[in-house]
């Protein structure tokens, strides 16, 4: 049991917040305190006057609570407090299930085809590079979670964010160079070296190639992203409640 169990279950009776968020600041509140009461040890208090003196200073009011929650709470976050964890849970379920059919046909065969990303053009190699940096960062996160498995809340979930900047970034790649290659396409045409219907066929392959690398990349880092930080969200839920058990 956790010595600062009984205020920390006091203000999560008091955080009227959907989780995670509930779990999130319950996990900073412990981690403060936990500061404090370190703190007043190296100060040469004892257990118990030193945990007390921690207490004192985050003892938090109704008030305080309050402002807390509003903080916390945007318009979305009320809405979907609203409806209950497990509901939401089965609508994530379906989401990613959905995403993956999603994927799956549209893409089948085609993602693994080296047709595919030669009609992409010289775009398609940022958009791998994003995919590699993505790649990292995925690594990364799963030695943290699953293997090293450090469950240290200040770090928890820390390079997360990081692994949607590599999806955003493929599907504005994509958009570029499709606008690019139409551009393209279409002075060509006006300086006579295109307009036959073969030509127009091979630009609309060529920029839907592009937007297809783009999409599939970023959908695929949505994916993982997605799985990550659920597993990031069950973990401080679980510390949480082990915190005011």
């Known amino acids: 049991m956790n010595r600062f169990s009984g205020l920390l279950r006091k203000i999560s009776d008091g955080l009227d917040l959907p989780q995670p968020d509930k779990s999130r600041i319950l996990l900073e509140i412990a981690s403060d305190l936990d500061d404090m009461y370190r703190f007043f040890r190296e100060k040469g208090l004892g257990e118990e006057e030193a945990a007390s003196r921690a207490e004192e200073r985050l003892d938090l009011s ?20 609203r409806i209950s964890e497990q509901a939401r849970t ?11 059919i999603v994927v799956a046909a549209y893409t089948g065969r085609q993602v693994f085809s080296v047709d595919l990303y030669q009609r992409a053009g010289r775009f398609v190699w940022p958009i791998l590079l994003f995919a590699l940096a993505a790649l990292v960062i995925a690594i990364w996160q799963i030695y943290k979670l699953y293997i090293k498995k450090d469950h240290d809340i200040r770090t928890l979930g820390v390079g997360l964010p990081w692994l949607i900047a590599p999806g955003a970034a493929s599907i504005l790649t994509g958009l570029i160079g499709m606008f690019y290659e139409f551009h393209r396409s279409i002075r060509m045409a006006a300086e006579g070296a295109g307009g036959s219907p073969v030509f127009f066929v091979e630009c609309a392959l060529r920029c839907s190639a592009m937007m297809m690398v783009g999409l599939v990349t970023a959908i ?26």
């Open 62 to 81: 109704n008030e305080a609570l309050l402002e807390l929650v509003e903080i916390h709470e945007s318009g979305m976050r009320k809405l979907l407090g």
């Open 90 to 100: 089965r609508w994530e379920r379906v989401l990613l299930a959905m995403a993956v």
């Open 220 to 245: 695929a880092i949505g994916i993982v992203w997605f799985i990550l930080m659920n597993k990031v969200r069950s973990i401080e839920m679980a510390e949480a409640a082990w915190l005011i058990d």
